[in-house]
């Protein structure tokens, strides 16, 4: 079974920094895509950013120049850096991880999520 466990999380004010943390762990094979994703209080989901195996890295608007998607292969743990912070940036942050574990195709596992709260 594969397991994601978020980390990092917490509280800090506006202009503030924090480093988020999603190592998984289990029978892994291989990992392609992980991904970190926001559910802000009364709305969906949003992706956020995401880095490929290869270190390819993609952001929402809203995030560009201030968050750094990073990723430890050996670890198998991806890492989100977010300066700048706005209380806008307040929300749950999700890991997502497409994961190879020996069944017939790999699939989506997902953290259970860590609190950002940025005050004003």
């Known amino acids: 079974q594969v397991q994601l466990v978020e980390s990092g999380g917490g509280l800090v004010q506006a202009g503030g920094s924090l480093r988020l943390s999603c190592a998984a762990s289990g029978r892994i094979f291989s990992i392609n895509f992980m991904r970190w994703y926001r559910q802000a209080p009364g709305k969906q989901r949003e992706w956020v950013a995401a880095?490929?195996?290869?270190?390819?890295?993609t952001y929402v608007g809203s995030v560009k120049g201030r968050f750094t998607i990073s990723r430890d292969n050996a670890a198998n743990t991806v890492y989100l850096q977010m300066n700048s912070l706005k209380p806008e940036d307040t929300a749950v942050y999700y890991c997502n991880a497409n994961i190879d574990s020996g069944s017939h195709y790999p699939r989506d596992y997902w953290g259970q999520g860590t609190q950002v709260t940025v005050s004003s």
């Open positions: 880095i490929s195996s290869s270190g390819t890295t």
